[in-house]
């Protein structure tokens, strides 16, 4: 089976850009969440959606937002990019309720963005 | 609010030889603890994770933790290790159903020959 997929894997925009960045979960799993990774720290929790429904957020400003379409697939989008944005975006896709993995998130290869 | 402290970033050791990574949390509700590796240049792998139960825990790769509640500490362990388990480790924690894992630091584990 397929795991978590991103797209693209690398990104370079210019600071005032807008950058989509997309992913989509394994097969079968309703949940997905997004981590920003700044170079040398720790991942930190941006979104989660669940059933297409914004379920969680993290401390990040409103030019960051989501969306999670009828396949389960999403989108994180970006606006009005800052230097400070350049990161590792991850995505997660949660195991189906009732299983084993319900509890684990598993993750994607990231997106790298860099911005100049 | 939950937190997570790694207390090394960085931890070299020489192939064979035994090694700990060191975690601590602060939550005020029960909780899932989780290790995560990274290689260079991808995304987490979990290597094992405490939900409830038996607090040494087993994972991947020959690694286990065990879950401390009265230290509130979940220390990463490895008998003998490779020059593969090279890699950085993340130590996290979430509430009920495992959402919205809050991250330590990390600790770059360095196995040396």
């Known amino acids: 089976d397929a795991g978590v997929t991103q797209s693209p894997t690398h990104l370079i925009k210019t600071r005032g850009q807008q950058v989509t960045l997309r992913c989509s979960p394994i097969?079968?799993?309703?949940?997905v969440s997004w981590y920003q990774q700044v170079l040398g720290q720790g991942p930190q929790f941006i979104f989660q959606y669940y059933e297409k429904e914004e379920r969680g957020r993290g401390n990040f400003p409103d030019r960051f937002s989501a969306r999670q379409f009828p396949n389960y697939s999403s989108e994180l989008n970006v606006n009005a990019l800052l230097l400070g944005d350049s990161a590792l975006y991850l995505c997660?896709?949660?195991?189906?309720?009732?299983?084993?993995?319900?509890?684990?998130?598993?993750f994607g290869p990231g997106t790298r963005l860099t911005v100049l | 609010a939950q937190s997570v402290t790694q207390l090394d970033s960085q931890v070299p050791v020489f192939e064979e030889a035994p090694v700990e990574l060191r975690c601590n949390y602060s939550?005020?509700?029960?909780?899932?603890l989780f290790w995560y590796v990274q290689y260079p240049n991808q995304g987490l792998q979990l290597l094992l994770k405490?939900?409830?139960?038996?607090?040494l825990v087993k994972g991947i790769n020959g690694f286990e933790a065990e879950f401390n509640k009265s230290q509130t500490s979940f220390h990463l362990r490895k008998p003998s290790v490779h020059i593969s388990d090279t890699a950085e480790y993340f130590c996290?924690?979430?509430?009920?159903?495992?959402?919205?894992?809050?991250f330590g630091a990390g600790t770059i584990l360095r196995v040396k020959s």
């Open positions: 405490y939900l409830s139960g038996s607090t």
């Open positions: 997660a896709s949660r195991g189906l309720a009732g299983g084993r993995s319900y509890n684990e998130q598993f």
């Open positions: 996290a924690v979430s509430g009920e159903y495992g959402n919205k894992l809050v």
């Open positions: 097969s079968g799993h309703k949940s």
């Open positions: 939550s005020s509700v029960s909780v899932y």
